[in-house]
């Protein structure tokens, strides 16, 4: 059966930013389909409340707060995954974000901190989980990049400097470390998810669906479905890819002009 393929059974998920949003719909979908996941993130009630749920589903659950600025909570993800289940099958690399600043008010430690947020905790745990992996003969790594890695965003110049890079990391890691590790990322357009609730009303709900193909902004469901197809064996034959998953936008839907200079 085809969809056979797309079950991930008995294998072991890291989730990065697992208490909401994109990161839990997509610790979710992965236990649905079979997986012990390690749910990461900041807030500890959130984690514990997505690992409930993921128990519920009959799947293994390990919730570990974590800031992935922090490379010792990074490798302690890690240590404690190989104690709990042994293995290490995949990595969803989904924390990450920067505000908006206008490029002449951005300082160089703002660019630094969006790079290393977005690009640099997200190497480091994927080198950390690729040992393992490479042990084990194999592995994937989703990475959570954005639609405007590949179009302009006036007013966002570090987080769209840094999805890029996170996107073209990717392409570079699938080479190097094929067959055993595969390595794709999904540019994510507008989600409707608490982060984004927190910039927009009705009103402007409205104008960036308008200005989306679909005439919707995305949902959490969305991505995981795209999450689940990228780890399972159903993408085997995948990797060092950029799945576009912002419905059908080519340029950005955020309906506000560039700041004027």
Known sequence: MILDRFRVTDQVAIVTGAGRGIGAGSALALAEAGAHVVCAARTVEQINEVAEKIRALGRKALAIPCDVNDRAQLENIVTRT????????????????????????????????AFHFNVTTAF???????????ERGAGAVVNISSSVSRFPLP????????????????????????????????????????????????????????????????TVEDVAAAVL?????????????????????????????????
């Open 229 to 261: 197809y990228l780890a399972s064996p159903a993408a085997s034959w995948v990797t060092g890819k950029v799945f576009e998953i912002d419905g059908g936008s080519e340029q950005s839907n955020w309906p506000f002009p560039p700041p004027q200079i």
């Open 82 to 113: 190989i104690g709990e289940f042994g293995q290490i099958d995949i990595v969803v690399n989904n924390a990450g974000g920067t505000p908006p600043q206008e490029a002449l008010f951005t300082s160089e430690q703002m660019l630094e901190e």
């Open 155 to 218: 007013g966002f110049v570090a987080y769209c400097t840094a999805k890029a890079a996170l996107s073209h990391m990717t392409r570079v890691l699938a080479h190097e470390w094929a067959p055993k590790i595969r390595l794709n990322a999904l540019a994510v357009g507008s989600v409707e998810t608490s982060a984004l609730a927190l910039f927009i009303d009705d009103d402007l709900r409205t104008k960036m669906s308008a200005l989306t193909p679909m005439r919707r902004l995305g």
């Open 124 to 134: 480091l745990l994927s080198r950390l989980a690729a040992r393992h992996m490479i």
